[in-house]
């Protein structure tokens, strides 16, 4: 799915003349509004007099009632009433008085980017179709932020596109566009108060999550999903049983003995008769820590460089094998850490949000974890703002990694830039980062745990999102339900203190899915661990990854040591940690050999400090 959304204004006009386009919605006026490529079945549109409506994705609307909410706004902000119903992750837009409103969801499943084309600015659901209507280059800078690990730059950098002019849609907001052309953006989502009980809590979410699968099954075809072993993709698996799905799972062996995935996504199969499971061995080289972008991915990726690269040749892998049992969707458990799991920052929150039982589950935290009384009480009695916090993080940059028994309650993942990325290209990236500290949008919560839980969403939205752009034509799409609007809000609306209780292990989920999963697999206190298959994937891929030393694109522009980054990966250290920046300077690198339109590469060359150009 690709389309553009054009102010309605002899310009918007004029670029839907440069677009190719299969579909077409209008504005009343008569002028090209919504242009692209939809399946039919995912498109409503919706029309009260001259005013329109269009929802794109899987969802269940009522068009008769839509009709009538359309046909009584008074404004464009009274379409918050319909979008906060919707289920599923959808792209929402309303033509209204010559005025357009255009927003995708919450955490970034369905985005929506924005370019200034002859004068107007142009919205669209990714970045490639805006590229054919400007000349946006590469941006150096964001570009060498890629680098940062693990996880790459934090909120809100995370979802800036590396191209020049090229602008994402605020995380909540919803994007105007005036017929001449102007636009703003307008924040219209945010969580919900953390007031509901686990009981309460539970309800919610296997009510958003029935919701969520249901629209998903409800247009028939084969569904296929993965079966880890996890909570997260078993409880799916089942509530997509539960609807009726002709249901094909995907399990994939861990390579360490010692990991019990395997025995519990076999367990859970022997459950679901009727679906057809299948397990792939662990020892290919479709699972393994590979090269990232290849040849044959020549511009999959527009918006950048993704840490989930060296994943794709699994995905491509598992998409082929989906279309052939006939799948069209595959389910994954994206999300399911975020919303039932502990975030760093949970500390910090539980020990405000409930002094007594709150401080007691800490000190099970500290112990688990051994943090020192003394470093564990400095970090509950910190309270420095988000920006100061990512000021602090860009200070910090290019130090070595934090000990491991250090805690940190920080607003702030704190990634670092590799130990071969250049003085300029670390000090260009911690310029960044203070900008952002000081003219960024600030958190998305007030509450660091829920701030720290929506943009690790964020991060996953788009990881889904982006999966589904390099699998562009191959006839399925990656879908995962936790990350819809209605269950984000649902899980997170329960109280910090009732979506960690202690003694148990994702509670909140749990509890949701009693009577649907079975007790004994919900009973599963723990999570499978992969450093194995890391640590496999580079050995047996190292000659590859070398090569990409020879000649360096990232080199050339000015961003790293190439022979300290061959060092690093012919010696890359014991732990799984020191992979992570191989990883984004794998992606990184390999993107740049795929995307060869986004800058004219100067020889090797070095810029002053801070000036990437």
Not at 31 to 46: F, H, K, L, T
Not at 384 to 392: D, Q, V
Request: proline share 7%.
């Amino acid at each position: 799915m690709e389309f553009v959304v054009l102010p309605d204004s002899p310009a918007g006009a004029a670029a839907a003349g440069r677009l190719r386009a299969t579909r077409r919605v209008d504005h009343a006026s008569g002028r090209p509004w919504i242009v692209g490529d939809w399946p039919e079945a995912e498109a409503v549109v919706v029309e009260a007099g001259p005013r329109r409506m269009v929802v794109l994705g899987r969802t269940r609307l009522d068009e008769t009632a839509a009709t009538a909410a359309l046909g009584r706004l008074r404004s464009l902000h009274d379409v918050d009433a319909i979008a906060s119903r919707l289920p599923g992750a959808v792209h929402l837009a309303v033509s209204l008085d010559g005025r357009t409103r255009v927003q995708g969801s919450a955490v970034g499943v369905r985005q929506i980017f924005t370019a200034a084309v002859d004068g107007v600015t142009v919205a669209a659901s990714g970045v490639e179709p805006l590229l054919r209507l400007t000349d946006a280059g590469l941006d150096e800078t964001v570009l060498a932020a890629r680098l940062l690990a693990p996880g790459g730059p934090p909120w809100p950098l995370a979802q800036r596109p590396v191209r020049r002019g090229v602008e994402a849609l605020t995380t909540g907001h919803w994007l105007e566009l005036d017929p001449d052309g102007r636009a703003r953006q307008i924040r219209w989502w945010e969580l919900p108060e953390p007031s509901l009980t686990l009981t309460e809590g539970a309800a919610a979410v296997r009510s958003a999550l029935d919701d969520a699968i249901t629209t998903r099954v409800a247009a028939g075809g084969t569904l296929s999903a993965d079966l880890s072993g996890g909570l997260d993709s078993t409880s799916l698996c089942f509530l997509a049983h539960a609807a009726g799905s002709d249901l094909v799972t995907y399990h994939v062996m861990p390579i360490d003995s010692a990991n019990a995935d395997t025995m519990w996504a076999h367990r859970a199969a022997e459950c679901l008769p009727a679906a057809r499971h299948h397990t792939l061995s662990a020892d290919r080289a479709e699972n393994l820590f590979d090269i990232g972008y290849t040849a044959e991915l020549v511009g999959a990726a527009p918006e950048g460089p993704s840490t989930w690269a060296s994943g794709l040749a699994h995905i491509q892998d598992l998409a082929k094998r989906a279309t052939a049992e006939g799948a069209t969707l595959h389910l994954t458990g994206f999300g399911g850490d975020e919303l039932f799991g502990r975030m760093p920052a949970c500390a910090w929150s539980l020990a405000r949000a409930t002094p007594v039982g709150g401080l007691r589950l800490v000190n099970r935290y500290r112990l688990a974890n051994r943090w020192p009384w003394r470093a564990t009480v400095r970090s509950l009695l910190d309270r420095s703002t988000f920006a100061r916090n990512l000021g602090r993080v860009a200070a910090r940059i290019d130090a070595p990694p934090p000990p491991v028994d250090e805690p940190d309650f920080g607003w702030v993942f704190a990634p670092r830039m590799p130990a071969w990325a250049t003085p300029d290209a670390v000090a260009a990236v911690r310029a960044l980062l203070n900008d952002a500290a000081t003219e960024g949008p600030g958190p998305l919560d007030t509450d660091r745990a829920r701030h720290q839980a929506l943009a690790s969403l964020v991060f996953e939205g788009t990881t889904v999102r982006q999966v589904n752009t390099a699998l562009g034509d191959t006839g399925i799409t990656w879908d995962a339900p936790f990350l819809d609007d209605r269950v984000v809000e649902a899980a997170l609306a329960t109280r910090i203190d009732q979506r960690l209780l202690g003694g148990r292990f994702k509670p909140l989920l749990t509890s949701a899915a009693q009577g649907l999963v079975p007790a004994d697999i919900l009973g599963r206190r723990d999570k499978g661990e992969f450093s194995a298959e890391a640590f496999r994937g580079l050995a047996r891929n190292r000659a590859r990854i070398l090569e990409l030393c020879e000649d360096s694109q990232l080199a050339r522009l000015g961003l790293i040591d190439p022979a300290a980054f061959r060092s690093a990966v012919l010696n890359p250290g014991p732990m799984s940690h020191h992979l992570q920046p191989i990883d984004t300077t794998v992606a990184c690198e390999s993107w740049l050999r795929t995307h060869p339109e986004t800058h004219p590469l100067p020889p090797a060359r070095n810029t002053p400090t801070g000036e990437l150009r």
